[in-house]
């Protein structure tokens, strides 16, 4: 005998065929935004400058007396110290890489 078809199992294939479609559609969609890792790394820098030169204007305007929050001044320094530390780092890592990569013998 066949047993008859319920509503639940007809919602279930809907579902499954609902999320597979949008797994295909995020594949699509991913691919075509993809960025490259030299974009991504300009685009990175990029952040990084603005970031010291904002921390920059910012203690010059305290410096010369103007009317600017303390607080707002040692936060962007803090936010530029942290994202040239992490800079630097991630600098150090992909050096670190690429002589152990150097090193291997083929």
Known sequence: ??????PF???NTQNTQNATNQV???????SSNQTSFSE???????SL??????????TNALAAGKDVNLDEVMIAAQKASIS???ATEFRNK??????EIMRMQM
């Open 24 to 30: 295909n559609n995020s594949q699509k969609t991913d």
């Open 9 to 11: 199992q007809v919602q």
């Open 49 to 58: 400058n603005e970031s010291q030169v904002a921390s920059d204007n910012m």
């Open 40 to 46: 991504l790394l300009k685009n990175s820098i990029s």
């Open 84 to 86: 040239l530390t992490a």
């Open 94 to 99: 992909a050096v670190e890489a690429y002589q």
């Open 1 to 6: 005998m066949i047993n008859a078809i319920s």
